[in-house]
């Protein structure tokens, strides 16, 4: 992926290009016929670029100029047009019948039901048709967000009660369903599209129709099977199954709310730690049966199945895209540089789901990584000469990613938790362990179905390990930021603090080049 160390500042360009028009428009920052003015002038400038480049002088400088405003108005284009896609996806379902008369539809479930406060859970639905009050029915294109009763979303799953009359309804993603309930008015901020509530009084609030395709229907079964075991093991079930499918439904209120305050949300949230670990299993597994070259293959499919499994979420499919990415570039025989990639790779998420890249999750996982790759290294570097570099690659990690993620959640968030500098690096390889013991444990329980209660019973000792840490942690006292000053300081000091290791990382590499080059007089 370099070239003359010329295609990685292109590719940088063409990311922060995009990134402003998109979080502009989509943030209300920029208005979005302003930002259509200037994707036009892009355009424009694109073209000038690619007529002008054949008149010049073939030198480097120049080709660089000219791919850097090239790559430029490309990232402007492309982030405008995430822009348009995002409200063409948020506009107001269109049918024949007034929104105020309908009281049944019947759509196609685009992902798995979330929280949604303590009483509701939602999830987006593409549309097929609509009912009024009436009796009479529309044909319905569009999309929308329902909120659906908690007791009703999971009366199907392992220790609900049963809430509708009818058969219980699975709901997942891809599941056909036509839902009764009204439309409600959304705050004019709001970046939904319009929201559907669904009535649980009515005798059958929701009825199944079909699955949009087999593979989701297995999906479902699958998701609702493990479940169940899990549900058996008591807490440590939960978290388990937190983990792996990110259903937090099972999760101990209490360790999620420890998780929360000491900084370590990210840890149950699924991300590219779940997709290293699969890899690092099925590559060190396969290596000795398969072959390198066919055990990285086999470790792709798994990581497929798993996001298949898991259900599509930003800092997943961020993940898997980034693997994804930096095989072909391996394949292709292509040096490919951390940074650049992860900026390729959010160009890419940003064409096929626009809607992922403007949400928190993404950002923080795009910011802990740059923080990762960036400061790292630098961090690992100056602490070498102290502690080994074994012990210091985590905390390493940890702080580069506490402070590229710090100024995001000042400002989305308005309070930080010091203490996760520290509880990162013992909580999160923990949870690692616990994650591949338990996946461990589930393929003995699948073998031997008998041993299901001693495997629980085993991870629950682990999951103390866990439980008890993330208690500790959580009593130091968080830092609110709440007011502007605040919130400027805890945006600049993180990032200045950061590119102040890189700079004196620089200044020690190359103090101890001269000194090797002296040392080999």
């Not at 940074?339 to 993404?362: G, R």
């Not at 400027?488 to 101890?512: D, E, F, N, T």
Request: net charge positive; hydrophobic share 55%.
């Amino acid at each position: 992926m370099v070239k003359k160390g010329i295609l990685i500042p292109a590719i940088h360009a063409a990311a922060l290009g995009a990134a402003v028009l998109l979080y502009g428009v989509s943030f209300g920052l920029l208005a979005r016929q302003a930002a259509f003015v200037v994707a036009l002038f892009a355009l424009i400038a694109l073209g000038g670029a690619v007529a002008v480049r054949p008149f010049l002088k073939p030198r480097e400088g120049t080709t660089r100029l000219v791919l850097l405003a090239a790559s430029l108005a490309i990232g402007i284009i492309a982030g405008t047009l995430a822009a348009a896609r995002i409200a063409l996806e948020d506009s107001r379902p269109v049918s024949l019948a007034e929104p105020t008369s309908i009281v049944s539809i019947t759509g196609t479930l685009l992902q798995d039901p979330a929280p949604y406060g303590p009483r509701f859970y939602r999830a987006r639905i593409r549309l097929d048709s609509v009912e009024t009050r009436d009796g009479v029915g529309s044909r319905a294109r569009g999309e929308c967000v329902v909120a659906i009763p908690s007791n009703l979303a999971r009366e199907a799953s392992p220790g609900s009660l049963r809430v509708s009359r009818k058969n219980r309804v699975p709901f997942a993603q891809g599941l056909v369903v036509t839902l009764k309930g009204k439309f409600t008015p959304l705050p004019k901020q709001s970046r939904d599209p319009s929201l559907f509530i669904v009535d649980a009084s009515d005798p059958v609030p929701a009825r199944a129709q079909a699955w949009k395709g087999s593979f989701d229907r297995a999906r479902a079964n699958l998701r609702l099977s493990l479940s169940r075991t899990l549900y058996d093991w008591g807490a440590s079930g939960g978290f388990l199954f937190a983990l792996i499918s990110g259903n937090r439904d099972y999760l101990d209120p209490a360790l999620a709310a420890d998780f929360k305050r000491c900084g370590l949300a990210h840890v149950l949230a699924l991300s590219g730690t779940h997709l290293s670990l699969l890899a690092l299993v099925v590559v060190r597994s396969g290596r000795r049966i398969t072959g390198k070259r066919a055990a990285l293959r086999l470790s792709l499919l798994a990581m497929l199945f798993f996001v298949w499994f898991a259900g599509a979420s930003p800092s997943l499919d961020r993940a898997l895209l980034f693997a994804l990415v930096a095989f072909l570039a391996s394949s292709l025989g292509l040096e490919s540089r951390l940074l650049p990639l992860l900026a390729l790779t959010s160009l890419v998420q940003m064409a096929l789901n626009p809607q992922e890249t403007i949400s928190l999750a993404f950002i923080l996982s795009v910011a802990a990584l740059w923080g990762i790759f960036a400061f790292g290294e630098g961090i690992l570097e100056l602490l070498g000469r102290y502690i080994p570099r074994s012990l210091g690659s985590d905390f390493a990690a940890s702080l580069g990613a506490q402070l590229m993620t710090a100024p995001v959640i000042a400002i989305a968030i308005g309070t930080l938790a010091p203490s996760g500098l520290i509880a990162s690096c013992v909580i999160a390889p923990l949870s690692s362990a616990f994650l591949l013991f338990g996946a461990g444990l589930l393929a003995l329980t699948a073998i031997v179905p008998a041993l299901s209660g001693l495997c629980g019973y085993a991870l629950s000792a682990l999951y103390a390990a866990i439980a008890y840490p993330a208690r500790f942690f959580a009593r130091f006292p968080v830092i609110e930021v709440r007011v502007l000053p605040a919130v400027i300081a805890a945006s600049i000091i993180p990032v200045a603090v950061g590119c102040a290791i890189m700079s004196l990382s620089a200044a020690s590499r190359k103090r101890r080049s001269c000194d090797a080059g002296f040392a080999r007089l």
